[in-house]
């Protein structure tokens, strides 16, 4: 009887142990993973929104859909929140902005990186956005009353132009050069009747020193103020094929040519034509 006992103690506690590891190791495994509840909606009122038709992830829009405000129209990619963060197309039904359509990838409701925004006035604006405005290389054009279009293409900082770029004018004409909110800078401007200057420009007009070639050959490099040779100023040019240095009149404006090609030819002295007679 002593020998069983001895023998039937340790099988007792090692059934014991085995239970109790068994026990403990249930208490420790983790819960299994919920899984996500997805579903498809239609024109599902959410409060503070509006309607949304859709994916829906845990109650959250996820993947594509389409958001009907009482301002806008959004249709595409959605990232867990009703504030327009994805790309799509959003599109204005109100207020101020009524019409405008944008296309791209959007931060809670904004313009950010590449995208398209066609304003409800007919212009168009084409590039890199930054918090819903041009900023960095963009294309904008501007619909004219007589059917044409003016448009830019170059940099810009928070929808200003800035930097360098060309204008391009619906009657011909072009710039291409410094923009600083307009043309204001240095660069080439263009009309159409095939006349050009390059120089310094402030307002869209010849301001500073600079070049005006004709389209007949003639040229004529000197200061200018308010798109005209600047009064009481030289100048060198070339009028009819002859070269030489430029007199302006302080008076009427009026030109004084003084002949030669280099110093000491043609009344000039130091570089400078001799006084007016």
Not at 125 to 154: A, H, R, S, T, V
Not at 161 to 179: A, I, L, P, V
Request: proline residues 3%.
């Amino acid at each position: 009887m002593k020998k069983f006992i001895t023998v039937l103690l340790p099988l007792t506690l090692g059934v014991a142990c085995l239970a109790t590891f068994a026990a403990c190791d249930q208490g420790e495994k983790e819960p299994e993973p919920t899984q996500p509840v997805v579903e498809n909606v239609t024109d599902k009122e959410f409060t503070g929104w509006g309607t949304y038709t859709g994916e829906l992830t845990d109650g959250k829009p996820t993947g594509t859909g389409k958001l009907v405000t009482a301002e806008y129209t959004y249709e595409g990619t959605f990232s867990g929140v009703f504030a327009v963060t994805g790309t799509g197309v959003l599109t204005y039904t109100s207020g101020e902005a009524n019409g405008d359509v944008s296309r791209g990838t959007f931060v809670k409701g904004n313009l950010e990186g590449y995208g398209v925004k066609e304003f409800s006035s007919g212009c168009v604006g084409i590039g890199y956005w930054k918090n819903n405005l041009l900023d960095g290389k963009g294309y904008f054009c501007w619909p004219q009353g007589n059917g044409g279009w003016d448009w830019y293409y170059g940099d810009w900082e928070a929808m200003v132009r800035k930097g360098t770029g060309m204008y391009q004018f619906n009657n011909g004409c072009w710039y291409k050069g410094e923009f600083n909110d307009w043309i204001n800078g240095t660069g080439e401007f263009h009309w159409n009747n095939g006349d050009w200057y390059e120089g310094e420009l402030a307002g869209a007009k010849a301001q500073g020193h600079g070049t005006k070639h004709f389209n007949n050959g003639n040229y004529w490099t000197g200061e200018f103020e308010d798109e005209q040779p600047k009064k009481g100023t030289y100048g060198y040019g070339q009028m009819d094929g002859t070269k030489g240095y430029i007199y302006i009149k302080p008076d009427n404006g009026a030109w004084d040519w003084y002949t030669g090609d280099v110093e000491g030819v043609g009344h000039v002295t130091n570089g400078q034509p001799d006084a007016a007679e």
